[in-house]
T-cell receptor, first 117, second 115 residues
Framework: AQKVTQAQTEISVVEKEDVTLDCVYETRDTTYYLFWYKQPPSGELVFLIRRNSFDEQNEISGRYSWNFQKSTSSFNFTITASQVVDSAVYFCALSATQTQGAQKLVFGQGTRLTINP | GAGVSQTPSNKVTEKGKYVELRCDPISGHTALYWYRQSLGQGPEFLIYFQGTGAADDSGLPNDRFFAVRPEGSVSTLKIQRTERGDSAVYLC?????????????FGPGTRLTVL
């Protein structure tokens, strides 16, 4: 079975602070994919990043960065110099089935991030 | 290009009634997924279509839930004899092809309220 845990239910910071959202996953599969999605107040899930289990390189995209560590089964997300527009619920997700073509996402419970001006 | 669209955006029904929720995926996307999101929770997988066939329906909670995709494009999620516990946001997503690891693009969801 696959499981994703986002232990931080809510985080509140002041604008321009850096913030890290934690994600820990469980799977027995050797091949899997990890995702982060953003859900702003409008409700629509927005894809942010995908990482496969064979690529442990960290990634940076503007103010966003991701730290993937297989040794601790973690895929953490950092926002640098946060802005009010970053306020949203962020979900980490795992796709770990080995079945050809089947790739359901298993989501964590989400972290509600509030950036205060 | 248009994203995933879902109709209606809101649906209020009475316990015991039948409802249909529609999803129009991104043009050319062969894979389509339904998820259900309860308040304060992450989305939970319901069913996955590759083309016209349901490749994985392991997430459907019981036989009151059924989904179709007859022409490999638009999909309809059908719920019979609705119960108050069915109240949630129903999300549809699509992706290009059936390869593992493809990102899924989500629609705005249908908020279902069962009174």
């Amino acid at each position: 079975a696959q499981k994703v845990t986002q232990a931080q239910t809510e985080i509140s910071v002041v604008e321009k602070e850096d913030v890290t959202l934690d994600c820990v996953y469980e799977t027995r599969d050797t091949t899997y994919y990890l995702f982060w999605y953003k859900q702003p107040p409008s409700g629509e899930l927005v894809f942010l990043i995908r990482r496969n289990s064979f690529d442990e390189q960290n990634e940076i995209s503007g103010r966003y960065s991701w730290n993937f560590q297989k040794s601790t089964s973690s895929f953490n997300f950092t926002i640098t110099a946060s802005q009010v527009v970053d306020s949203a619920v962020y979900f980490c997700a795992l796709s770990a089935t080995q079945t050809q073509g089947a790739q359901k996402l298993v989501f964590g419970q989400g972290t509600r991030l509030t950036i205060n001006p | 290009g248009a994203g995933v669209s879902q109709t209606p955006s809101n649906k209020v029904t009475e316990k015991g009634k039948y409802v249909e929720l529609r999803c129009d995926p991104i043009s050319g996307h062969t894979a389509l997924y339904w998820y259900r999101q309860s308040l304060g929770q992450g989305p939970e997988f319901l069913i996955y279509f590759q083309g016209t066939g349901a490749a994985d329906d392991s997430g459907l909670p019981n036989d009151r839930f059924f989904a179709v995709r007859p022409e490999g494009s638009v999909s309809t999620l059908k719920i019979q004899r609705t119960e108050r516990g069915d109240s949630a946001v129903y999300l549809c997503a699509s992706s290009f092809g059936g390869a593992r690891g493809k990102e899924q693009f989500f629609g705005p969801g249908t908020r279902l309220t069962v009174l």
